[in-house]
């Protein structure tokens, strides 16, 4: 991460063996609640209805408890690292978080070893390194990326990218590196930071032998960032094949394949998907990634099916993925209104009325031109990814982000996953209501 201010000297805390009952109790309160609320905020950023609004309500309160935590000092440190008996991810990243805070180096060190223990909680680091203040992170973050160790390598490009610096000459490396992981993380940071002078080596990671999860992790992150830097039939031809074969891969090389896709290109896809019986699903999907508003006959075809309802679930979300029609489970109650249940799964998407469904399309077909892509109601274009990162529900805004990248790859954009201020300043800064 380049910076000209110096690192800041590691602070060696010691904490009390022991603390006043009360204040003990307290302070355990504020570790137990944060490391609730984060792991919550986490399946939050993935749900299908949820809005910044509520993000931000949950950053309030995670922020407020990591307030008292770092408040009560030794206390306080003492509360995490009791905590951290039963580590996961959300107790790392408080505990993380303070030490960041605090510039408390050992403490930091002592984390990156229990992550080694327990690679379940290394989502709290990087959760961490991404909630932080940027000038809490310089001295840290070159550290890390000079480090021989790859998680802590991965850890400071994560952190570049979070907050859009630029890792230097340490992500060159680690593309050359032989650990797989760390490798997909550095291919995904060249798109994440622009880097253009490194897209051959993209392009190149593209056509790598071998068919292990490992290799396709890194072949998907080729793609992503070849297609972030306009090498979009490149990007698409490899997206293609990623999502037409099995592996871990597959579902979110299609998503973004139907993201990047033009719509030749798309139908291409979508033909090769009708012809598996297996790929249902992903075919109903497909078609609302789309945004092609000729597939919305057939969608309410399968929405009206009562005899396969998960079928008829996605479906009503690909059709108001493209018309930008709200469904609720009411059947009445059909409308421009997001509801306010979390959606995760299939089985959470809401089960409209169909007649009530065709009947607004039958009033409102005319607005969707033939051949022309739409996005949650509008036109694609930025000023409709923009209005969706401002008031749409989460689902929405990570695709309308991923759009948005790919209109304007040479602008820094802002992770749907990052803190609602964040998130708020970077729409202020577009002009948006934020």
């Known amino acids: 991460m380049k910076s000209t201010e110096a690192a800041a000297s590691p602070r060696v805390a010691k904490p009390e063996q ?18 609730m609320l984060r792991d919550t905020r986490t399946r939050l950023t993935r749900a299908s209805t949820a809005r910044l609004g509520d ?38 990243f408080t505990a993380a978080v303070v030490a960041l805070e605090t510039q408390d180096g050992i403490e930091m060190k002592r984390l990156f070893a229990l ?72 291919l995904r940071t060249v ?35 070849a297609a972030l830097l306009a090498q979009h039939d490149r990007a698409a031809d490899a997206l293609m094949r990623m999502a037409l074969a099995p592996g871990p891969m597959r579902p979110p090389a299609l998503d973004f394949a ?20 297996d790929r249902s699903r992903d075919l109903i999907c497909a078609m609302g990634m789309s945004g092609q508003a000729r597939f ?19 479906a009503g979300e690909s059709f108001s993925l493209i018309t930008g029609l709200y469904l609720s489970a009411d059947a009445a109650r059909a409308s421009a209104t997001p509801p306010d249940e979390e959606a995760n799964t299939d089985a959470d998407f809401p089960l409209p009325d169909p007649e009530a469904v065709r009947r607004w399309w039958d009033r409102n077909a005319s607005r969707f031109a033939p051949r022309q892509r739409f996005f949650s109601g ?10 969706v990162i401002d008031s749409g529900v989460q689902r929405r805004r990570r695709l ?30 577009r002009g948006a209501r934020a």
């Open 378 to 387: 509008a036109a694609l274009s930025v000023k409709q990814c923009i209005q």
């Open 55 to 92: 993000i931000g309500r949950f950053d309030e309160r995670i922020a407020a408890h990591l307030d008292g935590i770092l408040t009560a000092g030794q206390a306080g440190l003492a509360a995490c690292r009791a905590a951290l008996e039963n580590p996961g991810a959300g107790e790392v």
């Open 18 to 35: 022991t603390a006043p009952p009360c204040i003990a109790w307290i302070v355990g309160q504020h570790v137990e609640e944060a490391t």
């Open 400 to 429: 309308a982000a991923e759009h948005l990248r790919l209109l304007e790859p040479d602008t820094r954009h802002c992770d749907m996953r990052s803190p609602a201020w964040r998130q708020r300043r970077w729409l202020a800064q």
């Open 191 to 225: 798109g994440d930071c622009r880097r253009h002078d490194l897209l051959n080596a993209c392009i190149d990671a593209l056509d790598e032998p071998g068919a292990d999860d490992e290799n396709d992790a890194c072949r998907f992150w080729a793609a992503r960032s």
């Open 296 to 314: 919305a006959e057939q969608l309410l075809h399968i929405l009206s099916d009562a005899d396969n309802v998960s079928h008829a679930r996605i």
């Open 115 to 186: 992550v080694d223990a327990v690679p379940a909680s290394a989502r709290g680091i990087l959760s961490a390194f991404g909630w932080a203040r940027p000038a809490k992170l310089r001295g840290i973050v070159r550290h890390l990326l000079a480090s021989n160790r790859p998680f802590q390598q991965q850890v400071g490009l994560f952190a570049c990218a979070a907050h859009g610096a630029d890792p230097g000459p340490a992500l060159d490396a680690a593309l050359g590196s032989g650990n797989a992981a760390l490798r997909a993380r550095a």
């Open 258 to 277: 139907m993201t990047l896709a033009m719509p030749a290109r798309a139908d291409e896809l979508l033909q090769s998907l009708a012809l598996d019986r």
